[in-house]
């Protein structure tokens, strides 16, 4: 009944004990479980995560992350990812987008790494995963990664997307369902001290909302600090189905229909 429409079992976290981890999450409810990759490497091992645990609802997405974006050499993205995509369980291309935090590419080989992708996701129909994290405010130079990734998504023809681990504040909201794109929030919700993030769960459209762990990171309270799993991800639910006051069969229900219909499980 819950779906983790976001998480890294293809870490070296968690690859190790992959089996338990998705029958943990089976154990706990979990029937849908998205497997994100970063580069080739990791996006091949999602690819064969979710062949090899299709009964499970495991399902893969293929992508470049902002931090490995410097491996793209050339205007084109390498032929051996593009055609991982061809798999029928990968059902989204990602993580994509904008890292200023780590900035462990150049900003700029990022912005044409994320380009890429929107246009290969939209020649190929399938829903774009997007990753956004901010610099830290002493050395932000006044540059933000949700701004700069708005304006490439305003700029450019795309199709369905979805920005996970939603961290962008009340602010972009707007912005975000003029381009009918898709919310997932995580763990944060759980613990963060500051209000605005279970503001944002209780504002997203209902029919724009989804879930997951992004783990092995940001485990949830009460596991906070520990490696995260998806069978953690109920925890999220709950932070969520408090700050909206609805059920959590309830909300459930509506983010299994929204991911259904975004990825077409
Ligand atoms: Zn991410
Ligand atoms: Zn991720």
Redesign the pocket.
């Known amino acids: 009944m819950y779906c983790d429409v976001?998480?890294?079992i293809n870490s070296p976290e968690l690859f190790i004990e992959a089996e338990d981890v998705i029958q943990r999450a089976s154990d706990a409810g979990v029937t849908r479980i998205l497997i994100?990759g970063?580069d080739f490497f990791s996006s091949k091992v999602a690819a064969r995560l979710s062949r090899e645990y299709k009964e499970r609802g495991v399902y893969a997405t293929v992508g470049v992350?902002p931090h490995d974006a410097k491996t793209v050499l050339g205007d084109s993205l390498p032929e051996e990812l593009t055609r991982l995509a061809k798999n029928k369980r990968v059902v989204a291309i990602g993580?994509a987008g904008l890292d200023y935090f780590y900035d462990h590419s150049p900003r700029e080989v990022q912005a044409r790494v994320f380009a890429l992708q929107i246009e290969w996701a939209l020649k190929i129909g399938k829903p774009l995963v997007i990753?956004i994290r901010e610099a830290k405010p002493k050395d932000a130079k006044g540059m933000s990664a949700m701004e700069d990734a708005l304006k490439l998504l305003r700029d450019t023809s795309h199709g369905s997307l979805m920005f996970?681990?939603y961290a962008g504040g009340l602010k972009y909201l707007p912005i975000i369902n003029e381009l009918d794109a898709y919310i997932s929030i995580g763990g944060p919700v759980t613990w963060t001290k500051s209000d605005e993030l279970r503001q944002v769960a209780a504002k997203v459209p209902e029919d724009r909302l989804l879930c997951e762990t992004?783990s092995p990171?940001l485990a949830p309270k009460p596991h906070r600090g520990k490696i995260n799993e998806p069978a953690f991800v109920r925890y999220v639910y709950e932070a969520i189905a408090e700050a909206r006051g609805v059920d959590i069969d309830y909300l459930a229900r509506a983010v299994a229909e929204n991911a259904k219909r975004l990825f077409g499980w």
Request: glycine share 0%; with cysteine; net charge negative.
């Open positions: 976001h998480c890294h994100a970063s992350h993580e990753h996970h681990c992004d990171y």
